[in-house]
């Protein structure tokens, strides 16, 4: 996201394009930022907020600011994974006595209940091959089958299904922040903080990813720029 120049009240901030479209961020101390857009479009402003996944931002040429705060954010890494989720009229496994928490040794990983009759399912980094390699119209009905064996036939019958594929979205490049041993002292005390007018949100900025994550340091880098004025 862009934020023009000009007081904090006035701010109208104009949304960039989705991940893929930005070629490269120029930050500049006073003055203008730019971003670049694959199509040769241009947009300035005052200060650059990125939301970018860690992955799709390494594809982005950012300049003006530190080594060390590039080093530290092109240091991430995502896992490549998979989620599928089953919804059902009603959360027939309790019926067996079971919560819906799993962890598995097929494709899936684990299940957990995501809400009331919603059953979701992680296919993690080490298993994302297999999945890749199952046909596109064989995916849905192996995976629910391997819900049947632990929770009964009736996971044969959902109301709906959907399988994202986060490990090879383009948009993403991955799931969650996935840390490895000397990951964490590499990426140091960078991590999540802002070299204004370039700000950083975004699960990728918070210890454990996922949509809280997101909606911190969101609101942080939002609450930072219009601070800094």
Same mark, same amino acid.
């Given at each position: 996201?862009?934020?023009?120049?000009?007081?904090?009240?006035?701010?109208?901030?104009?949304?960039?394009?989705?991940?893929?479209?930005?070629?490269?961020?120029?930050?500049?101390?006073?003055?203008?930022?730019?971003?670049?857009?694959?199509?040769?479009?241009?947009?300035?402003?005052?200060?650059?907020?990125?939301?970018?996944?860690?992955?799709?931002? !390494?594809?982005?040429?950012?300049?003006?600011?530190?080594?060390?705060?590039?080093?530290?954010?092109? !240091?991430?890494?995502?896992?490549?994974?998979?989620?599928?989720?089953?919804?059902?009229?009603?959360?027939? @496994?309790?019926? !067996? &006595? !079971?919560?819906?928490?799993?962890?598995?040794? &097929?494709?899936? &990983?684990?299940? @957990?209940?995501?809400?009331?009759?919603?059953?979701?399912?992680?296919?993690?980094?080490?298993?994302?091959?297999?999945?890749?390699?199952?046909?596109?119209?064989?995916?849905?009905?192996?995976?629910?089958?391997?819900?049947?064996?632990?929770?009964?036939?009736?996971?044969?019958?959902?109301?709906?299904?959907?399988?994202?594929? @986060?490990?090879?979205?383009? @948009?993403?490049?991955?799931?969650?922040?996935?840390?490895?041993?000397?990951?964490?002292?590499?990426?140091?005390?960078?991590?999540?903080?802002?070299?204004?007018?370039?700000?950083?949100?975004?699960?990728?900025?918070?210890?454990?990813?996922?949509?809280?994550?997101?909606?911190?340091?969101?609101?942080?880098?939002?609450?930072?720029?219009?601070?800094?004025?």
């Amino acid at each position: 996201m862009a934020a023009p120049p000009g007081p904090p009240r006035a701010w109208k901030p104009r949304p960039v394009p989705r991940p893929g479209r930005q070629e490269a961020v120029a930050v500049h101390r006073p003055g203008r930022c730019t971003v670049r857009l694959r199509g040769g479009e241009v947009l300035t402003a005052g200060a650059v907020v990125s939301a970018l996944p860690v992955g799709p931002l !390494r594809s982005v040429a950012v300049t003006g600011v530190r080594e060390e705060r590039l080093a530290s954010l092109h !240091r991430q890494r995502h896992a490549l994974a998979a989620k599928f989720v089953a919804a059902y009229e009603r959360p027939f @496994w309790r019926d !067996r &006595g !079971r919560s819906g928490l799993s962890e598995c040794e &097929g494709v899936l &990983g684990s299940t @957990w209940p995501q809400s009331e009759g919603i059953l979701s399912a992680l296919v993690p980094p080490e298993r994302l091959g297999v999945l890749l390699g199952t046909p596109a119209p064989l995916r849905t009905r192996e995976l629910l089958a391997e819900i049947a064996r632990l929770y009964g036939d009736e996971a044969h019958r959902p109301l709906a299904t959907h399988l994202r594929m @986060w490990g090879t979205d383009p @948009w993403t490049q991955g799931y969650v922040t996935q840390w490895t041993p000397g990951d964490v002292m590499a990426v140091g005390p960078c991590h999540g903080t802002h070299e204004p007018p370039f700000y950083v949100c975004g699960s990728d900025q918070w210890v454990a990813g996922y949509m809280e994550g997101a909606v911190r340091t969101g609101r942080d880098a939002a609450k930072e720029a219009l601070r800094r004025g």
